[in-house]
């Protein structure tokens, strides 16, 4: 029998234009972060019950006083969602190279769907924590391969505008589930507002199965990984048919022999699978842990990250403490609102400007952080509230315009088909390394100085450093890999190590 023609690639459907995807993506994304923002928002998480001395107490609202929650275990709820997402991370980014990313983004979206229904019918403190973790899994998926779609479909000249505006919305989708959530948890119940974000959620987690599926650059089509199959596979097959026909005679009436013998079979295939995937996933991150350029990039991201998450944390009890500040929470959120709408688009628009290259984006990186970690230092020593306001508000500006820049090193100092994994393992290692152990930390150096000034300039210290890892990724050989023909390689190679299933060669298989 002869082999179907196979085309090279899969056309893209016509119902997916750029912006049309870019707008769909930013919606999710703006979704996934409300969900950040409702679980922290005071309507949804609420506070904990209390008593007095005289044994009076009051019930509490929210999550903490309906499950009788303290506030460790209120912590624990807040990030019991980085669980699921830094476990699932480099599970999709390596499932994408055996499955449509499109489709995987779709089963992504349906466990959050899932998760954040069940957050709603949670019954104790122990129940809703299985589900935050089940939502990180779910923005797993999106997190590591929406990106280098958008990276893929921008045009040349504005892929950072697009990637800024892509990440714009998580200052915004946060911000917005603090007043979604305080809206729906006072005048409702707090139930309701994980079920209002599900089934805003569920259009999208649909439209990841019915929509015919975006290919992604570096990945071979689907109807291609079908058509072929590694020649161990066909090998196995081809001679346990021929030991069983072999020895038919001899085996007459033992059926169950022969049973056990398939199961065995398969069981081996699927175990050698499984093992192929987890050389494959190791072999790739071997060729991250390589590249100079990417680890430098995240390594100065981690630094970053450390001291963007405990500001994210402590900056409103620190500015409360430092300058008596009635509104802290709303202070420090409007600055963060506005500082990261404007910097994060600025930054894409001014790597564009410079023309989009990795030097040019460690530049970019180094320069604004080392700049605007001035501005936030200073902003500590002022002691004046409105000096404080107008500095720490340049200086955020400045250090949040990197997350643009910091992405594209991400997508672009790797091969088109090792983009999912380099944003998975990026994601992974600021989360770990970064701002999940920075509050902690921060929280014992406080403790020691007893002096919240004094502790937020140690903090911002940190952002020169950050500044300075990425001012020496300006001198590595940087090689933009975007542009890299590599999918015809991928199919060549595909097709030297892989034999159609039916190719007629009678003789060859008898042999």
């Not at 196979?6 to 893209?12: F, G, I, Q």
């Not at 499109?102 to 089963?107: E, H, K, S, Y």
């Not at 196995?236 to 020895?247: I, L």
């Not at 990425?470 to 999918?487: L, Q």
């Amino acid at each position: 029998m002869a082999v179907p023609p196979v085309t090279e690639s899969a056309p893209k459907p016509s119902w997916f234009t750029p912006k049309r995807l870019l707008t769909i993506f930013c919606v999710i994304n703006m979704l996934n972060y409300v969900d950040r923002g409702v679980i922290a928002s005071n309507g949804v998480n609420g506070s904990a019950r209390t008593c007095t001395d005289s044994g009076i107490c009051t019930s509490g609202s929210g999550i903490q006083g309906e499950f009788n929650m303290n506030n460790f275990e209120d912590g624990i709820l807040s990030s019991a969602f980085m669980v699921g997402l830094l476990i699932a991370s480099p599970i999709f980014a390596s499932m994408a190279k055996s499955h449509n990313p499109f489709r995987l983004i779709g089963v992504g979206l349906s466990v959050w769907t899932f998760a954040t229904v069940g957050c709603g019918f949670s019954f104790n403190f122990w129940s809703i924590t299985v589900f935050r973790m089940l939502v990180g899994v779910g923005e797993a998926s999106f997190i590591s391969l929406a990106a280098p779609f958008i990276d893929d479909n921008a045009p040349a000249a504005q892929r950072m505008l697009w990637l800024g505006i892509f990440y714009m919305c998580i200052p915004t989708g946060i911000a917005i589930g603090y007043i979604y959530g305080g809206l729906v948890g006072g005048y409702l119940n707090w139930r309701w507002a994980f079920w209002g974000e599900a089934i805003l959620m569920l259009p999208f987690a649909v439209s990841g199965f019915i929509i015919k599926p975006l290919q992604l650059e570096g990945f071979a089509p689907a109807e291609l990984k079908k058509a072929f199959e590694p020649i161990d596979i066909v090998a196995a097959e081809v001679e346990d048919e021929h030991v069983s026909d072999g020895n038919a005679g001899v085996f007459v009436g033992s059926e169950e022999f022969n049973d056990h013998k398939s199961k065995k079979s398969l069981l081996s295939k699927g175990s050698q699978k499984t093992l192929n995937q987890i050389s494959g996933f190791l072999k790739d991150v071997k060729v991250l842990l390589v590249n100079k350029v990417y680890v430098v990039n995240v390594l100065g991201y981690i630094a970053y990250n450390f001291v963007i998450g405990a500001y994210s944390y402590w900056g409103p009890k620190a500015g409360y403490e430092i300058y008596h500040m009635s509104n802290a929470d709303l202070l420090f959120g409007g600055i963060t609102i506005f500082s990261g709408i404007v910097g994060t688009i600025a930054g894409g628009v001014v790597l564009d400007y410079m023309n989009s290259s990795i030097s040019n984006a460690f530049k970019l990186l180094s320069g604004a952080t080392f700049v605007g970690a001035i501005f936030c230092f200073g902003s500590f020593c002022s002691t004046n509230l409105y000096g404080f306001i107008a500095l720490f508000t340049i200086g955020e500006l400045l250090v949040l315009a990197t997350q643009g820049p910091v992405n594209y090193v991400c997508l672009h100092s790797v091969t088109p088909s090792m983009r999912p994994l380099s944003m998975a393992m990026s994601t992974v290692s600021i989360h770990i390394f970064g701002d999940v152990p920075s509050s902690p930390l921060v929280g014992v150096l406080q403790d020691y100085i007893n002096n919240w000034r004094e502790t937020a300039l140690i903090l911002t210290s940190i952002l020169f450093l950050a500044s300075g890892i990425w001012f020496t990724g300006i001198f590595f050989h940087s090689v933009d890999r975007f542009n890299e023909d590599i999918e015809n390689e991928i199919l060549a190679i595909e097709r030297e190590n892989l034999r159609p299933l039916l190719d007629g060669n009678t003789a060859e298989t008898q042999e």
